[in-house]
DNA sequence: TATACCGGTATACAAAAGGAAAGCGATATA
DNA sequence: TATATCGCTTTCCTTTTGTATACCGGTATA
């Protein structure tokens, strides 16, 4: 009842694969948002508070301009993050995460939740192969 | 009371900027998992029973032997999914998902929430930018 | 004048991820 | 003998991602 002979199974019956695809779409999204090299720390970073250019950047060894820049950029677009100008003399300029940005809140919670779990697991896991 | 004069704010108090990157360790491991072109792909396909590996290359338009491959055994390495041998001749091999790797199944649908919710805000984003 | 900070950009390069195509040993089919 | 299927691996190549470094115009500080 359960062997090999679902040759032609793939998807439940009313989806096809496309469909089935399609469905992955948004679950991409959300993956790439939160894809990057520094992304979750700058996200980090910025949930204490408002942060100028150079300050993120100290605070997030090995983070060079050219990457803050591109994923603020990136931030920006999906409106997860606001660039102030003040109009100071020089210019002051500041990132802040907006409400949309903090509903990523519950997600990374998530992520982290599983990930926690991972951890443990695979450590554990490892332990236990050569004892 | 909320403009520039948080210049050494950070971290909660009770946060090193050590102890903040380690809290997205787990986070950034799930993200691993669940990143890479094909991922979810083969995990959607496993989820709908045990499949060969051809099979789940034929479901799967564009995917490549050496990236299944790959990602399988990356997979498998996570204990996320198992590979069958059946001692047939010639061999055959099945590989399905663990009760462990079906945990991921929240995780998944978290992210599609966040990512249909996000999908629509920046669709109806772009259009109002010329409209 | 020289130095440093600010908010970045530009250029060149290295490393990682992914794609295209061929091939391997085995078995089956004609 | 020639062809195809299975479960992959290998090699070479392109694209994407990230790093290193220098630089820009502006202001301030010595």
Known sequence: ME???????????????GECNKQLLPV??????LSGKWKLQ???????GKKRF???QREIPGLTPKMLSKELKELEINELA????YDTLPVTI????????????????????????HRKRIIAGSRKKSG
């Open 28 to 33: 991409k999204d959300a993956l790439d948002i």
């Open 42 to 48: 700058i996200i980090l970073s910025l949930t204490f």
């Open 3 to 17: 062997a090999t002979e679902h040759d032609k199974r793939k998807c439940p019956s009313h989806l096809s694969t």
């Open 82 to 85: 606001v660039r102030h100008v």
């Open 94 to 117: 500041e990132y802040e995460l907006t409400p949309y940005g903090r509903t990523l809140k519950p997600l990374i919670a998530e992520l982290h939740k599983w990930g926690t779990k």
């Open 54 to 56: 150079r300050q993120i």
